[in-house]
Structures are given as C-alpha cells and as structure tokens.
C-alpha cells in the first residue's frame, strides 16, 4: 500500500513539474545576416541546442534560432559582432528542479555560410547533435561532449574534432590534415581525403570506407574494432597493424609480408604509410 502511495505522488510530482515547465516557456526567434565579406572567424559555444551549419548561395551570412525560452528570464541565445568575429553563445535558462528535465524538441542555431569566406570555425557544444552540410573554411575546430555529428562536403585545410561520446559521421570530405579524437562512440569515415589523417578512439568502433592511398594515415582503437576499405587498390604502401587479440585481416593487391617483422607490409615501393593499432578489437582491411 505504501509503496503504491509513494509510486503516485511520484508520477503526481512528475506532472506538477512538466505542467511548470510548458506553462514558463515561450517561443524564441532570431534571425540576423551580416555580410560575409566581413566576417573571417566564427565561434559558437552551445550548452544544448542542435547546431546546424549549411552552405548559402548568397553573399550573406544568416543566423536563423528557432527555440524556447523560459518567461522572465534573458534571451537563451547570444549573437555578438565584434570585428571580424561573429560569437554565438547558447545556454540554458531554467532554474532549480526545473533544469534538467527537457520537454519538446530541442532549439536549433542555423548558420547559413557562403563558401569560401571564413577563415576559421570553432564550435563547442556540450549537449545536442551537430549537422554540417557543404561547408568550406580554412580551419575548423568541433568540441562536443554528446550527440550525434553528420558532416557532408566539408572542406578545410585543416580539421580537429574532438568528441567525448555520440556517433559520428564524416562523408564526401576533404582536408589537407584532419585529427579526430573520440572518447566513446563510433566513427564511420565514408569517401573523405586527407594527406594527413590521425583517427583516435578509447572504445568506439572506427570504419573507414572508399579511402584513396594518402600519404599518412594512423588509426587507433582501445577496444574498439577497425576496419578499412580502399576505393582502388594501392599502388606503394607501407602498413602496420598491430592488435593483441591477434585478429587481423590484409586483403590489398599485390602486398607482401616484411621479413622479420610480424606487423609490416609493404606494396611497391611503400612511399606512403598507413599504422592501425587495436588493443582489444578487429583489424580488418581491404
């Protein structure tokens, strides 16, 4: 009988707070554009909104929020100019026990760039996914605790993300050096080249699929599997793989075992280096 009292005040104080909750929201817009011209470094700091940048015809940068906001209290999104920056700061308005329950869909900062305009993008997000649609910079940075990051046609010279857990997605990109750092969750590379490409991960599964032959590639996983999948066979290629479950496949064209060393292989002449290492999972190349 108590345990039934306890459980319904319980779903009772639930509903109080949802109620609370819808009752102290409104909605919150902002759209602002700035002339691209103008603008050659944009920062965005999210605490937990979805963060979506997409490519733009026009010459204009355009900032679209779409989201809630709890009545009497500031704006949930910032937009600042200052120079050539543009800061975008999100954070989360509620209060007390109020805080960490979310109800509805999630906020979202669009950002519309025109290509080949900035020169430097830094976004971190501690909660909430990541899209990235046909982009261009020079250099761009991503720091997320959670969520999920898709990321189609991006293009910079140089690339850092770095991710605490959430899958992430990368496909039909190009960088002249890219790193990515994950803590937790799965990496799936699909049809992305880089001469340069460091690709690490504590216990996530790491798939690289339609590779080219770059000139240095290293991939590491604790516990996580790896596997590897060229679009054409390389031509000159040196490769390590290292894993202590001792579970390694080597399917390439025309590649022979080094003497003397139970984790080389070499492919003609070896002019480029490719290094998988796993200390618990699969290696698997083809």
Known sequence: MKKGIIASLIIISIAVVV???VSAQQDYTNHQTFDAKQIEVLEINNESWNVELVGATSKKLSIAIDGKQQKK??????IQKDGNKISIHQFDTDDGVLKNISIGKKGTIQISI??????KIELNSSYGDITINTITAQEISILNNSGTKI???LSAERGKITSQDGELKITDSA????????ANGDSYITSVSSPQMNITSMSG????????????LFVESGSGD?????SKAPQSL??????ESSDITINLKDIKKVKGDSTKWKIGEATNRVEAISKEGVISIN
Not at 73 to 78: G, I, K, L, S
Not at 114 to 119: K, R
Request: aromatic share 4%.
């Open 19 to 21: 109620v609370l909750k």
């Open 73 to 78: 209290q500031n704006a949930p999104v910032e």
């Open 114 to 119: 025109p290509p080949n305009t900035l020169h």
């Open 151 to 153: 990321i189609k046609g």
């Open 175 to 182: 960088f002249k050096e890219l790193t990515i750092a994950a």
């Open 205 to 216: 599964e790491i798939v690289l699929n339609e590779m080219n032959e770059e000139k240095a």
């Open 226 to 230: 790896i596997t590897m999948s060229y």
């Open 238 to 243: 040196e490769l390590i793989a290292k894993s």
